[in-house]
T-cell receptor
């Protein structure tokens, strides 16, 4: 079965510090896409970053960057200069053409403290 | 551009009733997917539609159905509601279904009493 594992149910970071959220996945596909989504208390899912598996270069979006290790099937999210507004649930997900769906992990709740 | 809209935002139904949820994708987007989010099961895939065709369906009973119209708007229907159907139902749209960014709507919170 294709799965996504987020082993950190909760993380905490101080404002302005850096935090890394872990994600591993299991797929037999060679072509797929990886995503990080943020879900604040409003429950609105917000796309944070997207990575195409065939690209070796790690995706970056402002303070958000990923460490994509294809061989290890690892896709971690690094948040730099953390802000109070970053507090949310973060979901890792992947999409394969065969499955035609997003498969989500269980999420990591990120707290940002002063 | 307006985002994905979902109506209604909140819904309370009783067991045995049926419900229809609506999703309007971002203008120009042709693919719509539906997900169910519950505290126990997390985010689970329901359907994916592209150009009025269902490309994939998740592991849900036949009581869950959906469709997509020619203007890309989508509806999902749940018949004979059960208590376990209480959930946040999320709709997402993308221009293209093959790994394109999916943009989510605010969700419909369904409560079954």
């Amino acid at each position: 079965a294709q799965t996504v594992t987020q082993s950190q149910p909760e993380m905490s970071v101080q404002e302005a510090e850096t935090v890394t959220l872990s994600c591993t996945y299991d797929t037999s596909e060679s072509d797929y896409y990886l995503f990080w989504y943020k879900q604040p208390p409003s429950r609105q899912m917000i796309l944070v970053i997207r990575q195409e598996a065939y690209k070796q270069q790690n995706a970056t979006e402002n303070r958000f960057s990923v460490n994509f290790q294809k061989a290890a099937k690892s896709f971690s999210l690094k948040i730099s200069d953390s802000q109070l507004g970053d507090a949310a649930m973060y979901f890792c997900a992947y999409y394969t053409g065969t499955a035609s769906k997003l498969t989500f992990g269980t999420g990591t709740r990120l707290q940002v403290t002063l | 551009k307006a985002g994905v809209t979902q109506t209604p935002r909140y819904l309370i139904k009783t067991r045995g009733q049926q419900v229809t949820l609506s999703c309007s994708p971002i203008s120009g987007h042709r693919s719509v997917s539906w997900y169910q989010q519950t505290p126990g099961q997390g985010l689970q895939f329901l359907f994916e539609y592209f150009s009025e065709t269902q490309r994939n369906k998740g592991n849900f009973p036949g009581r869950f159905s959906g469709r997509q119209f020619s203007n890309s708007r989508s509806e999902m229907n749940v018949s004979t509601l059960e208590l376990g159907d209480s959930a946040l139902y999320l709709c997402a749209s993308s221009f293209w279904p093959f790994g394109d960014e999916q943009f989510f709507g605010p969700g419909t919170r369904l409560t079954v009493l």
